[in-house]
């Protein structure tokens, strides 16, 4: 099973890379957005894919499962939400303002 993670987690950073060196603004973000699924994906296989009881002392069952990685991740995905909503937000305003996405042209280069 962690093999197939890796495989997923390797095609979601290189997806991510890929659209992040792209020219659009949203594509820019999109990508941030799917290499921030890849780290929460990484941070849970890390974490180790055992199964087990609930962490809850006092039952009877021996094989618990750690809690941490789970709670780090839900911490990352409402980061993640509010941060590729906060990038969202400026693009619309820059592209409100400018006219354009193209990241060559809002650094000001001309076009040749």
Do not use: C
């Not at 509010?82 to 303002?97: C, D, I, P, Q, W």
Request: net charge negative; proline share 3%.
């Amino acid at each position: 099973m962690e093999t197939l993670m890796a495989i997923t987690i390797g095609f979601l950073f290189s997806l991510g890379t890929y659209l992040v060196l792209t020219k659009s603004l949203i594509r820019i973000i999109l990508g941030t957005s799917i290499i921030g699924h890849g780290v929460n994906l990484l941070i849970l296989t890390m974490g180790g894919l055992k199964t087990g009881g609930p962490p809850l002392l006092g039952g009877e069952d021996l094989s618990y499962t750690d809690a941490l990685p789970q709670a780090l991740i839900l911490t990352a995905i409402v980061i993640n939400f509010a941060v590729t909503a906060l990038f969202l937000v400026l693009a619309y305003r820059s592209y409100k303002t400018l006219r354009t996405d193209d990241m060559e042209q809002l650094r000001g280069y001309e076009d040749e």
